[in-house]
């Protein structure tokens, strides 16, 4: 295989989307193995580094064997592999529903448009506010959804400070979730309401429904 033409993948499985606009669709996901982030909260760790190289054609067959519309592709952070941007169009090319989990912090620029991006605005507290690529925030789109995991109040002011410096509530969705463990969804909720800003709460489904197990 043409090193354009295969990525390395973790896993590709069928489950329910548990966060962004497309929230309990069955979708398929194909997570990209690698990342050069380390989020202190990171709940992917285990795709960072193995999984194992596919074709874009072999991908886009397991993709179609699973008979599923709506397709994910994840990470890790999918777009340190350049073959990414070409896997994304095949599927779209295919007649999937596609959407990119990406951590921001790389160019989003060129993507195929019918691509819905959800990109990360990596909070402070995260640890990796500083890898966020800031030229990103002009290229969302109204299809596009932006989200910000919270762990605090000093995140949750720097997350509704940053998104109204560049306004991004008018320019696409924006989602805040709350870090698991760390902030409880009812005050995240509470300050969202308080604070008059149109942000979309978000609690992951997928742990609600079957916890930390990968594969879901």
């Not at 309990?24 to 760790?45: K, Q, S």
């Not at 951590?103 to 819905?116: E, F, N, T």
């Not at 909070?123 to 109204?142: M, V, Y």
């Not at 698991?180 to 709460?201: K, N, T, Y």
Request: hydrophobic share 40%; net charge negative.
């Amino acid at each position: 295989m043409a090193a354009a033409d295969q990525l390395k993948v973790t896993e590709i499985f069928r489950s329910l989307q548990g966060e962004s606009l497309s929230t309990g669709w069955p979708t398929v996901f194909v997570r990209l193995t690698g990342c050069p982030l380390r989020c202190r909260w990171c709940d992917t760790e285990y795709a960072f580094t193995g999984g194992s190289r596919y074709s874009i054609a072999d991908i886009l067959a397991e993709v179609a064997a699973l008979e599923t519309r709506h397709v994910c592709v994840t990470g890790g952070e999918p777009l340190a592999q350049p073959a990414c941007r070409t896997l994304l169009a095949a599927l779209c090319e295919a007649g999937h529903e596609v959407s990119l989990e990406t951590s921001g912090a790389l160019d989003i620029g060129g993507l195929d448009p019918r691509v819905r991006v959800v990109m990360d605005l990596k909070a402070p507290g995260s640890g990796e506010a500083g890898r966020n690529r800031l030229d990103n925030l002009a290229l969302l789109r109204p299809q596009d959804e932006l989200k910000c995991v919270l762990a605090d109040r000093a995140d949750f002011d720097w997350a509704v400070a940053t998104c109204q410096e560049h306004d991004l509530f008018s320019r696409c969705t924006v989602s805040f979730s709350p870090v698991q463990g760390e902030l409880e969804p009812a005050e995240l909720a509470d300050w969202i309401l308080s604070a008059g800003i149109p942000v979309r709460f978000q609690i992951q489904l997928h742990k609600l429904l079957w916890g930390d197990r990968p594969g879901v």
